[in-house]
Every structure is written in structure tokens, then in C-alpha cells.
């Protein structure tokens, strides 16, 4: 029988692995790009077509699924893999950051989040135990400890008091998790870092959550709007802090020259709506950068959407035809612009991971930065 969890690293490249998390439902190879799928779809894609860009694991959002259909009438229907009729592994984040972002909407104490639906107007409270039951009647796979996002820019004082915060939901996000019965036996739960910013926060965070005892560790906190070149500075210090023999996951990243540049710096798994959201409003990802389709200098390009890819998409159909189905606003056009992103996507991953294998990391990410930078 396949392990509840269990990651391995076959082979490292300075501070780059790769390996494989082994688990009930499948082996996820990273490093690891998930799709997000969050309302029980990867928008615009049918599942086994999300399985044929490459993708070994999606993310659901405890958030949006807790809300519209409700965490209870998923399980009632099986789960959120038969729902959804994805059977590979499925990450669900906690519901955490989407309700911190509601700002005018919500109320943060000790307790938990109290805040309004978006849909409705109806009052919740999101707490690190209601969120360990969301995702255990879901389903998922890998589940997120509750945490507090920490706003950006932030004062040490905020970032500390936050950090703090998150640490004793995560304490508590263990204890709701162990308490999940058979659930907790087939899931994993992963800690999430915080501390904004700051190298001695991260580093009190990454102790606390060590201390407590987790099957992988995220980086949250950035991807907030504090830019790549900061981005790369924490990472710098954040990952290393975090246990060498388990996944290391920055959440909501990012960009392909993000992933890239992370990948170099020891991170294990990714996830972004920047390649299925921009595939719906007409930014292509390409091996020369990103290509706004709806330009009228496509409006006759007979070549594909990017010549060095070989997705179904660049293999069957012209610049041309869907830059008129963009501009139309015909739904193959999101359709196509969606499953070539994702394809890029998981070209750029097999790519990370096959230098890696071959120790030639630093020049596979060199000519990819020339050329993807080059081209814009």
C-alpha cells in the first residue's frame, strides 16, 4: 500500500532538489507547480486535461468551497475528488488569507476570523479547528495550517505580534488535525512560516512550527506586493531555516522567472492563478515572455503561441485564430490561452527538475532568464 507521506530527494544542485512526496493517491514530483482549482475547478479546464499538462497535484480553497457548496454537501457527494473528478492528490489551503483580504468584512481575534461572506452577507467565524474540519470533510490530501497573513508593509511590532499569533493557531491547527480520526491517518498537514520581512521573526517562527511537528513546511508572507528582488532576499535566509527532509512550499507563487529564481533558493512546491488567470484575459506565457494576445500585431501571425512549445494548443492552432476568438470573446479562446499557460508551466517544472538531475541548474536558469527576459 502507498505511504500516507513520504518525501524523498533523489538529487540536489547547490541549494535546488529534486524528489518525489509519495502519496495515497499518487506520486507528486518536484519541484512542483499545483493549478489552482478554486471552486472545486481549475477554471476553464477539464481535469484529465489539467493530468495532461503535467499536473500531479491541484490546490482547492477552503475559503470559497466552505461557502458555495458548503464543506458538508462535498462529503455528502463523496468527497471533493469524486466531486470534482480529480483522483491525484488535492492541497487545500486553510480559508486564512482569503479572509484576511476581506479587510472591511472581517474581524481578527485570538479566537479566529469573524467576517461576511462575499456572496451573501452571512457572518462566520473561521477558526483553526473549523478550518481542520473544512478540509478533513473535503478530502484533501495535504492540509494547511490556519494562519494570519501579515499585511504589507508591516512594522516589526506587527509582524511580530502576527507571527506569534499564527504560531499558537498553528498548535492548534495540529491538535484539530490529529483529532480528524481517520482523516488524519491518510492526510498530511503542513505549517506555514511567517515573520514578514524579518530574519530573526522567520527564524523564531520556523522553531515554533519545527517544535510543534509538521509533514512539510510553506513560506507565507510574501508574494504580497513587496517585489521579486525582496522576495529573493527572505528566501534567502527563510528556507534554509526550515527542516532539510521535508517539502518546502512558498505559497501563491508566482511568475515563471519567481519560480525559477525559488527553485534555486531550495523551494519544493508552487502555486499561482497567474497562469490560468492570465490565460482568461489574454496573456500568454511564452519561452520569449509573456505576449498580450489581444495586440493587433497577432491579428495575422500564423505561428503558434510560443515556438518552442509542443502543447496540444501551439501543435493546432495559430496566434491568428486565437487572437479572434480572444478579442470575440468566444469561450475557446480562455479555453486554449488556459491549457497552453498551464502547459508552460509544467514544461518550466520538468525543465527545473531534469537540471537539477543533471547538475546543471544555474545554466538551464541563465538561459531561461535571457531568453524569457529578452523577449519582452
Keep these: 500500500m502507498p505511504p500516507r507521506f513520504d518525501f524523498s530527494i533523489t538529487e540536489t544542485d547547490g541549494a535546488a532538489r529534486r524528489g518525489t512526496i509519495a502519496m495515497l493517491r499518487g506520486e507528486i514530483r518536484t519541484p512542483a507547480f499545483m493549478p489552482v482549482g478554486t471552486a472545486a475547478t481549475v477554471k476553464a479546464m477539464k481535469p484529465q486535461d489539467v493530468r495532461a499538462s503535467g499536473a500531479d497535484i491541484i490546490l482547492g480553497n477552503t475559503y470559497h468551497l466552505m461557502l458555495r457548496p458548503g464543506a458538508e454537501r462535498v462529503a455528502r457527494l463523496g468527497g471533493l475528488h469524486q466531486f470534482m473528478g480529480w483522483e491525484r492528490p488535492i492541497l487545500t489551503d486553510s480559508g486564512g488569507y482569503q479572509v484576511m483580504s476581506l479587510s472591511e468584512l472581517r474581524k481578527l481575534d485570538e479566537q479566529g476570523v469573524r467576517f ?173 515572455g509573456p505576449i498580450n494576445i489581444k495586440n493587433a500585431r497577432f491579428a495575422e501571425d500564423k505561428g503558434p503561441l510560443d515556438s518552442a512549445c509542443g502543447c496540444p494548443v501551439c501543435s493546432g492552432w495559430s496566434r491568428a485564430y486565437i487572437h479572434h476568438l480572444v478579442k470575440s470573446g468566444e469561450i475557446l479562446g480562455a479555453m486554449l490561452m488556459t491549457e497552453h499557460n498551464l502547459a508552460f508551466y509544467q514544461i518550466l517544472m520538468a525543465g527545473l527538475r531534469d537540471a537539477i538531475a543533471h547538475g546543471r541548474l544555474t545554466a538551464f536558469a541563465q538561459a531561461f532568464r535571457s531568453r524569457y527576459s529578452g523577449g519582452r
Design 116 to 288: 461576511k461572506s462575499h456572496l451573501d452577507g452571512s457572518s462566520h467565524l473561521l477558526t483553526p479547528e473549523l478550518s481542520m474540519e473544512v478540509q478533513r470533510l473535503l478530502g484533501a490530501d495535504i492540509v494547511m495550517a490556519f494562519d494570519e497573513c501579515t499585511p504589507f508593509p508591516a512594522s516589526r511590532d506587527e509582524a511580530a505580534r502576527s507571527m506569534e499569533r499564527s504560531m499558537r493557531w498553528a498548535q492548534r491547527s495540529r491538535d484539530g488535525f490529529d483529532a480528524g480520526g481517520d482523516h488524519a491517518v491518510a492526510a498530511a498537514l503542513f505549517g506555514i512560516q511567517q515573520g514578514a520581512m524579518d530574519e530573526d521573526l522567520r527564524r523564531a517562527s520556523a522553531e515554533a512550527l519545527t517544535s510543534i511537528g509538521f509533514d512539510g513546511y510553506a513560506v507565507g508572507g510574501l508574494a504580497v506586493g513587496e517585489g521579486q528582488a525582496e522576495m529573493f532576499r527572505v528566501l534567502d535566509f527563510a528556507v534554509a531555516m526550515l527542516p532539510a527532509n521535508r517539502p518546502r512550499y512558498l505559497m501563491g507563487v508566482g511568475k515563471p522567472d519567481d519560480i525559477v529564481g525559488a527553485v534555486e533558493r531550495g523551494i519544493d512546491m508552487f502555486d499561482c492563478v497567474l497562469p490560468t488567470r492570465s490565460g482568461r484575459t489574454g496573456q500568454a506565457f511564452t519561452s520569449d
